[in-house]
């Protein structure tokens, strides 16, 4: 069952393009949703992340875009570099302190090629 | 040193031997986890623990077990290797408030 479906599965773009990946979720109790960055033979790390109560947060080239109603959420990579080049996973959790739910639910990731 | 280490980097093994895989952490975090991933399949979650104490079965939990050793420590093992369990296994901790997970570097599993 999956709970975060996520595309494309690969991505050329050539460089100073804009990268875009796009999540989308089914269960309305998510309200954390992060972005992690993984380079060949390293494990992900976290990229950016949003909470539902914006529709978007920036930092540096990385966008996150936010529709709660849609039930959708984005990746945008403004101005690609050849150093960009990664997979990238959305993933959405609930976090609770108290609860023991706090699991994060992963995309299937994408592969981002920035070609110069 | 890394903050998370997982122990071994690679290995190949034989349908039927048993394996352990070894993650410990120096970042004091109270939770960790047990992740598989496979090409087109992402990051599934085999297991995790939120205390020395407290051990829960994730998504893909069948043909797995775990042990925490100790706070800094979560082995991953799999008592009778079968070929579809070859995959790239990564341990993560984490420590709320913050929802933030700290990967290590991955174990790469071959199974013949």
């Known amino acids: 069952q999956q709970q975060v479906k996520q595309s494309p599965q690969s991505l050329i773009v050539q460089k100073g393009g804009i990268s875009i990946i796009n999540c989308a979720y089914e269960n309305t109790a998510f309200d954390y949703f992060p972005w992690y960055q993984q380079f060949p033979g390293k494990g992900p790390a976290l990229l950016i992340a949003i909470r539902p109560d914006v529709s978007e947060k920036k930092e540096g080239r990385f966008t996150i875009s936010f529709n709660k109603s849609a039930k959708q959420f984005s990746l945008h990579i403004m101005d690609s570099q050849p150093g960009d080049s990664a997979t990238y996973f959305c993933a959405a959790s609930t976090p609770n302190l108290h609860i023991n739910t706090d699991k994060l639910i992963f995309g299937t990731g994408t592969r981002l090629q920035v070609f110069p | 040193d890394a903050d998370v280490t997982q122990t071994p980097r690679n290995r190949i093994t034989k349908t039927g031997k048993r394996i352990m895989l070894e993650c410990s952490q120096t970042?004091?975090?109270?939770?960790m986890y047990w992740y598989r991933q496979d090409p087109g399949l992402g990051l599934r979650l085999i297991y995790y623990s939120f205390d020395v104490k407290d051990i829960n079965k994730g998504e893909i939990s069948d043909g797995y077990s775990v042990s925490r050793q100790a706070q800094a420590k979560f082995s991953l093992s799999l008592e009778s290797a079968i070929p579809n369990q070859t995959a790239l296994y990564f341990c993560a901790t984490s420590d709320p408030p913050s929802a933030t997970q700290h990967f290590g570097d991955g174990t790469r599993l071959s199974i013949l």
């Open positions: 970042k004091g975090h109270d939770r």
